[in-house]
C-alpha cells in the first residue's frame, strides 16, 4: 500500500482563513455578476470543505500531480481526517459517510 504523506503547509486556522477570504471573493463575485444569493449560497462549499480540498490538493502535487483513482482519493481523504480531527465530520459528509447522519 502506498504510504500517504500529507505535507502541512499551513496550521488548519491560517488555511481556514484563506478559505474564509476565497470565499468572500468568490460571493462578491458572484453578486457583482447580478445572480440572486438565495439562489448560489447552497451551492458553494463550507469554509472547511475548501481547507479539505485544498489539502487533496496539497496531496497531489506531492505525488507529483498524478491525479488520484477513487481508491486513493478515498484514502487520501481519510488520512485528512485523521490527521485534522476538527476536518473529520466535514471529510465524512464530504465521502457520503456522514456518521452523524447514519445515528439521526
Known sequence: M????????????????????ELSVVIEERLRGGE???????????????????????AIVADGGRMPSS????????????QHPELTATVWRMLGEDPLQASA
Open 2 to 21: 502506498d504510504d500517504i504523506r500529507i505535507q502541512r503547509r499551513a496550521s488548519i486556522e491560517v488555511l481556514r482563513a484563506e478559505a474564509s477570504d
Open 71 to 82: 481508491v486513493r482519493d478515498y484514502r487520501v481523504l481519510r488520512q485528512i481526517g485523521l
Open 36 to 58: 440572486d444569493p438565495w439562489a448560489f449560497m447552497e451551492e458553494l462549499p463550507t469554509v472547511d470543505e475548501l481547507v479539505v480540498w485544498m489539502l487533496r490538493a496539497d
